[in-house]
Each structure stands twice: as structure tokens, then as C-alpha cells.
């Protein structure tokens, strides 16, 4: 016996006394209501000493055919290694031919029933819808009851289905297949499916009397929780950047906010928050994601927009009762349980959240909170530091220049681009006799647009946006005025901040990456002057006039006027 979790294989010798022979049965239980077996042939005695049991089961090879035993009288088995979910399906059959038919109304539900004592379904719904032009659709509901699923040898994974309201034995129990590593393209799942309690007419997920191709889809049921009831800030619109979850774009419009998240190579996952209700800065959204029963209430407590950035944080998600789909007024009393303050505490013993944010995409630039020209020390793994990198063919772009001296610079200046950090890790600083520049021709290393910037928790944060960044193209970073004139700055890992990492970070414990002293080193035609911007109040504008050189010289003669009209302005008097 051959143990492998909750299946087993078992040899059993039977002496089969109408032929005075004996045979093999190789059996195999896959699930508690589902047994199949191979036989070998019927082997006589060999003088008259019965074969052997290793002898008769040698016999049975890979190839010989399986045959599948249903229980009569199945106990209740779960449907969520089978089907989970929400499905629309394509389906075709084998017999008549006709083509493969393609409704919105062909839906599979495997849902849990409310006030059932099981953790997930145990029935499906079927609905097949016609059609029109296909001759072999048809409209037809069968609720299928599950008989468990297994992996077989070959990677195929298998599924067994009674349907109570069969009477017909060989009628009422089918199989399904698909395969465990099929590549999924946009999370579409292929099964084929037996038309009677006969497994062995399933080849692969491509060949079998019925072929079905399910895609994640929403319920009807679900659809009065999509339908908004609120709207949201009319500046949301867009698409946006979110750091909550990995790989993942959001679409807000007036009422809606789409989620989706990219789960591995082949499949996503597409989540439905719609506005319901709202008072203040709070708006109480139900959650529903493509595919899934469940319908979530969950409430966003949304910051004001400011730059590029929304910030907001999340409850507990929540759901209805039986007895509050009753109520009338259930929004007013849902509203009241999921946008309670108390609902925004997930873990009490954390005191150290921090909002989420959204980051627009593609952003639009803005002023930088910080200003001027600096040379930086940097430290973090040699991989996360900036290095010089040369554009074109040329070893140095500046070979026939006679640089002296060099040094790195952080350069953000309205001369230039106030919007954008200018980072060279190797910049000519060798001036001429005017005191100008030698290298002006000089191309920085890596530019950083500036996306937005706030305070929270007394610390600074700024969000810069790279394009040619190979990890993320969004950065956070922590910044702090070290004195008068010297700053600190530390880049996370990725968009998001880690929550230890302060302006000296680092290690990647900490969701720091690198960090950068900057020491002010302005040179009197550099044109940057300083500036800083702690971000305790993002929102407001900032209108500031700069003023890089004196008026115009005034010419001799316009200055010989000038007195002669005072003298005799004196001389009158």
C-alpha cells in the first residue's frame, strides 16, 4: 500500500471462480468517493500451485486502462479544488459539431451557500446559454454536486461531478480535466469534460467530448454592489501607481477605482471598488474582485491631492449578514460599523502606520522641495550606487577639455530644471580665469524628476520618477537639512519608504537602498541658489521670484543728464 496524503494504492489478488483463474487488481482510491483500478489478465494455476501475487500484478502495465468506480451515495465534499469562484465559459461539443459558442449568460457559480457549516462550497451552478446560428447551444441549469479532485502521474488534474437530478446512473456522474502547470493567458482556466461516468474519453484539456474555456467573470448577484451610490474627488481621475501591491496599475474615475495587479506571468487579478457612501474625508467602497464571490465593504479615509500624490488608508473589510440585507437603510448602518475610526486600527499595537499613497502615472513634473548644488558622499551596496554613465562612443566626453579636477554633484536649479535632480558622479569643476566653468558641456549621469513631496511623522518625503531606472521607476526618499547649508538624503528600495528608514539609511532591513550627504559647493556663475522645502504643507503653491544678476549698467551719457538735471533742480531752489 502506497500512502501519498488522503490517497492510496492497493494490490489485491482474486481468484475468479467461474474461469478457475486468478487476477490483479491495482487500486487506486483518489478521493473518498472516487476509486479507479487497473486488471491484469486472468492467469490459470501453474501445477496447481496458485501464482503468486508479485508474479499476476507484474502484469499490469502503464498503459492498461483505468476504470473509475463512483460512490452510489457520496459524502459532502468541497468544490475548492475543483471550482472557486465566478466564471463566464465558452464551451463546445463533440457531437454535431456547430462551432464553439461564447455568451455572457454561460456562467459557472461556486459559491458558498449563506449558512452553510462548510468552509467553502460544495455544489456548483452551471448555466449554459445559447448561441443564436449554433445549432448544438442550449439554455440549460445543472447543479452539479463535487466528488473531490486529484493529480494524476502525468500532471493531468482530474475531477469527478454527480448531478442529483439524474436519474440514469451512467448519466448522472461525469469527469473533468485540465492540467496544473497549463500557462493560463489572462487567467483563463481550459477543462474538458465527459458526457457519462466515463473517464477514459478524456484525453487532455483539448480533446473530450465537451471542451469549456473559463474566464474569471462577475456575478449577476454581484452587481448591485458595483452600482455607486457616491463620487469621488473629481482630481482622482486617472491612472495611477499604487505601493501597496507589487506590479499593479489603478483607474479611478468618478465612482469607481480599479484595481489590477499582475499575479505571475500569465495571470491578474481585477478588483471593483465603487463608491457607496461618504461624509468628509471618509468614503465607504465595496470591494468586489472578478472571479470571486465575495463582496467586501471597506472604507477609504482620503487625504486632499496634492502634486502628484493621493494619500489615504484603509479599514477592516466587512461584510453583510442575512439579517442586514433585510434592513432598508443597511448602507446607513454598514457605513457606520466599516468607517468607524476604530475600524482604521488593524493591529493595536502598531502605532507607527503611515498612509498609503497613490502616484500618478505618467506624472507631471513639479518644483522640487530642495534646490542648489551639491557635492555627495554615498553609501549602500556598490550595485545600488550611481556610477558614471557615458553616452555615445567617445571614452570621456570631455578629451580634449583640460579638466584638473572632479567631483560629484547633485544639481537641482531653475537655470536648468527646477523640477528635475541633475546626478553626476564625475563632473569637471576645473574653472578659467573668469571663474567659469571649463566643462560646461558636461551631461549628468542619471535625472530624477520630482513627482511630490510631503511631512509626516516629522519626517521629510519626496518621490522621484526615472524612467531609466531598471528596478522601479518610482523612488522614495527621506530628506533632512543637516545645517545651514548640507543636506541628508536616503533612497528606499522602491516606491514606497520603509517603515524605519530615516534621511541616514541604508541597509536594506531598514527599505533603504543608498544614501547621500550632499555638501553645498556653488560657484559664483553657477546661477542655484538654495532652497528647502520640509513638505509640512504640500498644498501650498510656491510662487517665489528669483534674481540672478544686478540691473544694467547705466550708460556715461544718460548719467551726465541725470546731473545736470539735479544741479539744476538744486539752483531753482
Known sequence: MDNDNSTFSSKILVYVQASNCYTCLEIYQRTIAILQYKRSTCTGTIGNVPPSLNYICSQILPQHELITLFNMDPPNINCKTTFEGIFQFTYEFDQGGGGICDSSGSIIQACQQPGSPYKD???????????????????????????????????????????????????????????????????????????????????????????????????????????????????????????????????????????????????????YYTCQQTRGTRYMMTSVTKGRCEVDYICFDFLPRHQNIVRFRTAKPYRLSPDEMEDPNYLVVKFRQTCDWTSFTIDPNNLDWKYSYFILYEPAPVECPIAGIYSFEQI???????????????????????????????????????????????????????????????????????????????????????????????????????????????????????????????????????????????????????????????????????VFGGSAALQPTLLLLACIGLFASLALL
Open 121 to 271: 462550497n460544495e455544489v456548483f451552478l452551471i448555466t449554459y446559454s445559447v448561441c443564436p446560428g449554433l445549432t448544438h447551444s442550449k439554455d440549460d441549469q445543472i447543479r452539479y454536486q463535487c466528488m473531490g479532485s486529484w493529480i494524476d502521474d502525468a500532471g493531468n488534474k482530474w475531477g469527478a461531478i454527480f448531478d442529483k437530478g439524474v436519474v440514469i446512473n451512467m448519466e448522472k456522474f461525469r469527469c473533468m480535466l485540465t492540467r496544473e502547470d497549463e500557462q493560463r493567458t489572462e487567467n483563463r482556466q481550459r477543462w474538458t469534460m465527459s458526457s457519462s461516468a466515463e473517464c477514459l474519453t478524456l484525453k487532455s484539456p483539448y480533446d473530450g467530448p465537451t471542451r469549456l474555456v473559463l474566464s474569471p467573470a462577475i456575478a449577476d448577484f454581484q452587481l448591485t454592489d458595483i452600482t455607486p451610490g457616491c463620487n469621488l474627488p473629481s482630481n482622482f481621475n486617472g491612472l495611477w501607481f499604487t505601493t501597496d501591491e507589487y506590479d499593479s496599475m489603478v483607474q479611478i474615475n468618478a465612482t469607481h477605482i480599479y484595481y489590477r495587479t499582475k499575479l505571475d506571468e500569465f495571470n491578474t487579478r481585477e478588483t
Open 380 to 546: 549602500g551596496q556598490p550595485g545600488n550606487r550611481y556610477t558614471t554613465r557615458i553616452r555615445g562612443i567617445t571614452p570621456r566626453p570631455r578629451h580634449q577639455i583640460d579638466c584638473r579636477e572632479f567631483q560629484s554633484e547633485v544639481a537641482i536649479c531653475t537655470s536648468r530644471d527646477s523640477k528635475k535632480i541633475q546626478i553626476d558622479t564625475e563632473r569637471c569643476s576645473t574653472v578659467d580665469h573668469n571663474a567659469r566653468p571649463v566643462g560646461e558641456y558636461d551631461v549628468p549621469d542619471n535625472e530624477l524628476t520630482c513627482v511630490g513631496y510631503w511631512m509626516e511623522d516629522n519626517k521629510s518625503y519626496l518621490i522621484t520618477y526615472d524612467p531609466d531606472d531598471t528596478i522601479t521607476r518610482f523612488r522614495c526618499w527621506v530628506y533632512q537639512r543637516l545645517d545651514w547649508k548640507n543636506l541628508l538624503m536616503s533612497r528606499a528600495i522602491r516606491a514606497a519608504c520603509g517603515e524605519n528608514q530615516n534621511p541616514r539609511s541604508f541597509l536594506a532591513s531598514e527599505g533603504a537602498s543608498l544614501a547621500l550627504t550632499m555638501y553645498e559647493v556653488e560657484r559664483v556663475h553657477d546661477r542655484c541658489p538654495q532652497r528647502f522645502e520640509d513638505g509640512r504643507n504640500p498644498w501650498k503653491e510656491i510662487d517665489t521670484i528669483y
